[in-house]
């Protein structure tokens, strides 16, 4: 059985513990493969950053701080402070010693003419991760932001510097009609049996995935059932800012709006099923009268049995989907 997990950062590192958790338990053979999203990565202090493949990276091998929610645990601070007192830093993004590692040897991969594909798969080598992470694609798409106020940065700096309450007219991914899905991604495409969307930012996670010229094609003609778990609990995100990207392409803050903005598959879009939370059991409806099979369960990841939970339950509807 060969799962494919489409997806961002944090949500999706969760959702990715959750469904190794769950096949680990069930004994069944079963593959992960991740398509990951690159159009959050960006160049800062010579350094290139991924932090949705390093957010993945670091909870599947157990190296993540999982109090803060982001980073290294046991994590220390000093190279970023003496690059602060340099001025080689944005004082607003910090980089932690451990991870400065980790961008160090990117970089220095990236530089001696590794694809982002190879560096992918070198990093990806050091622990059992029990997945095995591809990026959407080789080539570089960070994401503009263009504000309400008439300025345009990187993704990041309105992200963390702004903290996105400056309100965003629209996001751009940079170059992305140049781009192609990688290699890696396409073949486990084509090789899938489920396609997951994790609980993910729709619009700066998932969609710039989606983005990627060809990739969205390569989902549909895998023939495998699509099943998305909704990033939205109770009318709100957790544990984020998502609300702001919603916001900026027009799509309401809850669980049907986000399924309906995916579409169904049966309708052009992308979509055979959709997971929302027991505290929104009035979007069911909606989302199933659009042809979109859907389900009203428990959606918080808290721990490794709530998360496998949850990979079970979207496999569930998967296979129900398949026998139609
Ligand atoms: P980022 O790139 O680190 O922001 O991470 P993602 O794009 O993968 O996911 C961020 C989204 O994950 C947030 O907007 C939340 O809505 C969602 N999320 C985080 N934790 C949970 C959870 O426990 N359950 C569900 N359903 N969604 C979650
Ligand atoms: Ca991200």
């Keep these: 059985m060969r799962h494919v997990v489409i997806g961002g950062g944090v949500g999706c590192a969760r959702y990715v513990r959750g469904l190794r958790e769950h096949v680990r338990r069930t004994g069944a053979d079963g593959e992960i493969d991740v398509v990951v999203n690159t159009a959050d990565d960006w160049w800062v202090s010579g350094l290139r950053i991924s932090p949705d493949h390093d957010s993945i990276l670091y909870t599947l091998a157990g190296q993540n701080d999982d109090e803060r929610g982001w980073g290294r645990r046991g994590e220390s601070e000093r190279v970023s402070a003496e690059l602060s007192e340099w001025g080689a830093t944005p004082g607003w993004f910090t980089l932690g010693d451990l991870d400065l590692a980790t961008h160090i040897a990117r970089t220095s991969w990236l530089r001696a003419g590794d694809s982002v594909s190879d560096v992918f798969a ?39 510097r702004e903290r996105a309450a400056v309100p965003a007219l629209r996001f751009e991914q940079q170059r992305i009609a140049e781009a192609r899905p990688s290699a890696s991604a396409l073949e486990s495409l084509a090789a899938a049996d489920v396609v997951l969307l994790a609980p993910s930012n729709p619009v700066v996670s998932i969609g710039p995935v989606l983005a ?34 919603l916001a900026a392409i027009g799509v309401e803050t809850d669980a049907a709006a986000v399924a309906l903005h995916y579409g169904s598959r049966s309708r052009g879009g992308l979509l055979d099923g959709w997971l929302v939370a027991e505290e929104d059991p009035d979007a069911v409806a909606p989302v199933q009268s659009a042809g979109i099979a859907c389900r009203s369960i428990p959606l918080w990841m808290r721990d490794a049995d709530t998360s496998a939970a949850l990979a079970a339950e979207a496999l569930r509807l998967a296979a129900e989907i398949a026998a139609r």
Aim: glycine residues 12%; aromatic residues 6%; charged residues 20%.
């Design 122 to 160: 070198r990093l990806g080598s050091r622990w059992d991760l029990g997945a095995t992470l591809h990026p959407a694609t080789d080539h570089e798409i960070d994401t503009h932001v263009v504000t309400a106020d008439g300025r345009r940065m990187h993704f990041q700096e309105w992200w963390v």
């Design 212 to 245: 990627v010229p060809g990739l969205r094609d390569a989902v549909l003609a895998s023939g495998a059932p699509v099943v998305g778990v909704s990033p939205i609990i109770g009318g709100s995100v957790v544990r984020g800012m998502a609300d702001a990207c």
